[in-house]
T-cell receptor, first 117, second 110 residues
């Protein structure tokens, strides 16, 4: 079964509004969470890495004030797209890394499709 | 992390073995080979990973050459549901991020 969940699975919003996406690790504690973005027919691009309780580290070219990441607990991270515009329309995927059983593991969520009108 | 090279696409008949190659000639001694796949409009799914020995699990087998410069992911009996983009990624276990290349689009046909 799924070990990383995302909510919502898809969202449509008006330009200028903010959208929050939740990512949860279901049966393990995620010491590190990652947020990726994927445009049509392209590969996943890492946006940021966050460790529980500390500020996220953003990849070059990703605006930290536009993509707010909160990793307040070992099972929850949120990505907020502030003042969304049509060019932010994309498939957002989170990933959680931590100990599951006796192995260090990294799993991905099912993704959130964002459409900004 | 070392870079990987994969064919852009491959075809496989349903029920046959799918053998997906990956070149990683600059791999370092402490880097593992990971395989993930992404079915259309879903998040990537972990398949298997290994350091130097061949590995097998319920999904696939991973064959790593002795010099570790290349590997092959084997799906022993491909089904239509195995149609996906397969990513070969090299990284140090427990450290660094998973960086995705373009992967191989595997199309399994009836």
């Amino acid at each position: 079964g799924a070990v990383v969940s995302q909510h919502p699975s898809r969202v449509i919003c008006k330009s200028g509004t903010s959208v929050k996406i939740e990512c949860r690790s279901l049966d393990f504690q995620a010491t590190t969470m990652f947020w990726y973005r994927q445009f049509p027919k392209q590969s996943l691009m890492l946006m940021a890495t966050s460790n529980e309780g500390s500020k996220a580290t953003y990849e070059q070219g990703v605006e930290k004030d536009k993509f707010l990441i909160n990793h307040a607990s070992l099972t929850l991270s949120t990505l907020t797209v502030t003042s969304a515009h049509p060019e932010d329309s994309s498939f957002y995927i989170c990933s959680a890394r931590g100990q599951r059983g006796n192995q260090e593991t990294q799993y991905f969520g099912p993704g959130t499709r964002l459409l900004v009108l | 992390d070392a870079k990987t090279t994969q064919p852009t696409s491959m075809d496989c008949a349903e029920g046959r073995a799918a053998n997906l190659p990956c070149n990683h000639s600059t791999i370092s001694g402490n880097e593992y080979v990971y395989w993930y796949r992404q079915i259309h409009s879903q998040g990537p799914q972990y398949i298997i990973h290994g350091l130097k020995n061949n590995e097998t699990n319920e999904m696939a087998s991973l064959i790593i050459t002795e010099d570790r410069k290349s590997s092959t992911l084997i799906l022993p009996h491909a089904t239509l549901r195995d149609t996906a983009v397969y990513y070969c990624i090299v990284r140090v276990e427990g450290y660094s991020t998973l960086t995705f290349g373009k992967g191989t689009m595997l199309l399994v046909s009836p």
